[in-house]
């Protein structure tokens, strides 16, 4: 019987714990703020800032909004993650990409202080996940860490194959899976025999933003699979980067798309917020 794992039920789990962990904080005096900075209105991200905000009222952080115009100035959001930065009532900081093309998002990114840097987008905290200490982790890569552990899935030793080399995605996750001792392998586009090397996975991770792409001849028996792909099939319906209904009999255990890794990125932005002050 294949396992569907269940994303929306384990991110409720550890949402359900961090607000419980707030209340505690709480009572010892303990707020946690997290500042929302968002520029322009894309309705793609407005939704996903809402999400976030709802995440945040569930869990007890103070969500603080920032909204700059779409013709914002890239210095007028720099001063504004410096004022941020120094504000010690605010202890994580988030501003929502993409920004408008005049603004450049690295300088955005290393702006932020990597110690309210709760996407753990700064190249100090990626460092850190490099060289194993303690730091931001990247959300979606730690969700699918702790989808795997607690749906009772051994990482240690085992063959790992991502599919993707995106900084959010690809290369965090990749050194997340060598921490859990993975034997860790990253394909991309440039692949050569992609099928073989896909098909050597115990757990393949594909985030390459590709409908369906996935089917079962890349698939070992018995694999693990997690899907980070999100996209509308032909008939508007959400669907991954795996062809969930080609792949299902020859997996051990699959994230279904919606409901598998999409949950579990927010429910670890908010413990990457409650993480600033157990510190
Ligand atoms: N835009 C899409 N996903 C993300 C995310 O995880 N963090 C930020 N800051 N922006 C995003």
Redesign the pocket.
């Known amino acids: 019987m294949v396992q569907i794992i269940d994303g929306k039920l384990v991110s409720s789990q550890i949402k359900e714990e961090l607000r419980e962990e707030t209340a505690r904080l709480k009572a010892a005096g303990i707020d946690i703020c997290l500042a929302v900075v968002q520029v322009g209105n894309d309705p793609a ?1 407005t939704v ?1 800032v809402n999400n976030k905000k709802k995440a945040c009222a569930f869990v007890g952080i103070e969500s603080r909004a920032f909204e700059l115009p779409e013709s914002a100035a890239e210095i007028e959001l720099l001063n504004l993650v410096e004022q941020l930065n120094t504000d010690p009532s605010v202890n994580g900081i ?5 920004l408008p093309p005049h603004i450049n998002e690295d300088k955005i990114i290393r702006a932020i202080s990597p110690d309210k840097d709760v ?1 753990g ?1 700064h190249p100090v905290n990626v460092g850190r996940l490099w060289i194993g200490e303690q730091g931001f982790l990247s ?2 890569p730690a969700g699918i860490v702790q989808l795997l552990k607690r749906s009772g899935i051994e990482i240690a030793g085992k063959e790992c194959v991502i599919i993707g080399r995106s900084n ?1 995605v690809g290369k965090p996750m990749a050194a997340l899976l060598l921490r859990e001792h993975g034997t860790v392998t990253v394909a991309h586009s440039r692949t050569e025999n992609l099928k073989e090397v896909a098909r050597r996975a115990d757990i393949l991770i594909v985030a390459i933003g590709k409908k369906k792409f996935i089917q079962s001849e890349y698939i070992k028996d018995g694999a693990v699979v997690i899907d980070v792909g999100m996209h509308r099939d032909e008939n508007g319906r959400l669907c991954g980067d795996v062809d969930f209904e080609d792949v299902k009999d020859k997996v051990s255990a699959i994230t279904p798309v919606p409901g598998g890794v999409g949950p579990m ?1 927010i429910a670890m ?1 908010m413990n990457n917020c409650v993480e600033t002050v157990r510190r």
């Open positions: 991200s996903y988030l501003v929502q990409l993409p996407d987008f959300c979606t959010i990125t932005l």
